[in-house]
């Protein structure tokens, strides 16, 4: 293979004019200051597997700051800068996002990692990265543009479909890349080299993980549960014997047995039965596996994993919020054959779409999916056609008593009994005559 062969004809095939365009843009404003600039990391390993990846990340030899600052301005983007890592991020008024970094020599930091200090720039942020399929880079400058440059041997592992490190303590500076490696794996279908894995069981076996409050721990964690199929990638992360780091409360009892692949499964089946209808509707996947991976522990459980990875309050309290809800409604829900959609639609209303189809996951009883998919369905949609001000039209006085009537009239409307306002209003005036209310009742 070569080193530095040119992937103008892969860029022309695989990517659209804009992005192409874009690139271009760059090499430019890169040339106006005598700066190289690289596309480099995924997006240069998704080019070579002919796949898509929408987020670009620049590397500059020169100064990325500054860089980053002139392009937005030709851009018209935002900008955001990091002057400490010298590092910026570029918004496009199209979404596009762009991230740039000053690549830099330092052999001072990274003594032992470092066999040479005669390295580029590019080649040493190169060689700093996680693994050799991310390892390359496409230089953008007109001169050279679309050269693809690989000094490791790069394309090789990932023709071989091979996962290595670039050196021995790769995991020792971030252990984060050990969840990388499992993500990347599974998602593709890669292998992880023989050397690498074993560099990944010593990173385990030494504990590398004392400071789980480093945020990438979660990042890639979440990163794994929100692939499309994260069960792959859970198992192995049972093999790779990380489940005593990611939750050690759940030790005793949890081994990947038919069990725990169960609830798996039943999550990932109502997270595509979802999909599959509501294609657009916001759902965060990472929350439905995570809460069926905790489906046998007590709540202290999941709040102990929560304070261990830093996970922010709000969504820790929403995620035991969940958890306890769709448990106890379940529970309710099984000991019930028959159930009125009213009754369906009040235990289910404050559950987000993560606990309900959490609540599908769980359900061992055919009537408890059933009630759910009813409410996911049809249930939550469904409204009253009188509103309050349709009611003191009709010469209600407003009052806390509305909140009742509306509700009662949405009963109704749930369980089939009404089915346009002419009914509802009647219902009204048979449930709630005009004069059965002394606070709510007519003016006249
Ligand atoms: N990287 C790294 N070590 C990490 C995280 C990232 O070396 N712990 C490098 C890799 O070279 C990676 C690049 O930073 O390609 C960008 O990281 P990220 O956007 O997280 O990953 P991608 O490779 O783009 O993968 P994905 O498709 O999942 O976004």
Request: proline residues 5%; charged residues 25%; contains cysteine.
């Amino acid at each position: 293979l070569e080193r530095n062969r040119n992937l103008n004809t892969i860029i022309i095939e695989c990517l659209n004019k804009p992005m192409i365009e874009l690139l271009q843009k760059i090499g430019l404003a890169a040339d106006e200051l005598q700066f190289n600039a690289f596309a480099v990391g995924g997006f240069v390993r998704d080019l070579l597997l002919k796949k898509n990846n929408l987020d670009l990340d620049i590397v500059i030899e020169g100064d990325g700051i500054q860089f980053a600052k002139n392009l937005a301005r030709k851009l018209q983007g935002r900008i955001k800068t990091h002057e400490r890592f010298g590092t910026a991020m570029i918004m496009l008024p199209d979404g596009t996002k762009i991230d740039v970094a000053t690549a830099r020599l330092e052999y001072y930091e990274y003594p032992a990692a470092l066999p040479t200090v005669e390295l580029s720039s590019i080649k040493l942020d190169l060689y700093r990265r996680d693994f050799t399929i991310n390892a390359m880079a496409i230089q953008l400058n007109p001169e050279h543009f679309g050269t693809l440059i690989d000094f490791f041997n790069c394309q090789n592992d990932l023709n071989q479909r091979s996962i290595k490190v670039l050196h021995n303590l790769s995991f020792v500076e971030d252990p984060s890349r050990i969840f990388r490696a499992i993500r990347f794996e599974a998602r593709m279908a890669f292998e992880i080299a023989p050397h690498t894995r074993r560099l990944m069981h010593n990173a385990v076996s030494m504990q590398l993980f004392g400071k789980t409050d480093d945020p990438r721990f979660f990042s890639e964690l979440k990163q794994i549960l929100s692939e499309e199929d994260p069960v792959p990638a859970i198992r192995r992360l049972a093999e790779f014997n990380l489940f005593p780091f990611l939750w050690p409360e759940l030790k005793p009892h949890l081994k990947v047995d038919r069990r725990f692949l169960h609830i798996l499964h039943q999550a990932q089946r109502a997270i595509s039965w979802f999909r599959l209808l509501y294609l657009d509707e916001p759902c965060h996947n990472w929350m439905v596996y995570l809460l069926a991976i905790m489906s046998r522990s007590p709540d202290e459980v999941l709040t102990a994993f929560c304070s261990r990875f830093q996970i922010p309050q709000k969504i820790a309290d929403r995620l035991i919020w969940q958890k306890t809800h769709a448990e106890k409604t379940a529970n309710l829900l099984s000991r019930r054959e028959i159930i009125a959609n009213s009754e369906i639609y009040w235990l289910l209303k404050e559950l987000s779409i993560e606990g309900l189809l959490y609540l599908m996951a769980l359900a061992r009883k055919n009537q408890v999916k059933k009630a759910a998919s009813n409410y996911v369905t049809a249930l939550r949609y469904i409204r009253t056609d009188l509103t309050g001000d349709d009611l003191m039209a009709l010469g209600y006085r407003p009052g806390p008593e509305f909140k009742m009537i509306l509700n009662d009239l949405l009963d109704a409307r749930l369980d089939d009994r009404v089915h346009n306002r002419e009914e509802e209003i009647a219902l009204l005036h048979r449930t709630y005559p005009p004069d059965s209310l002394a606070a709510a009742g007519p003016h006249a």
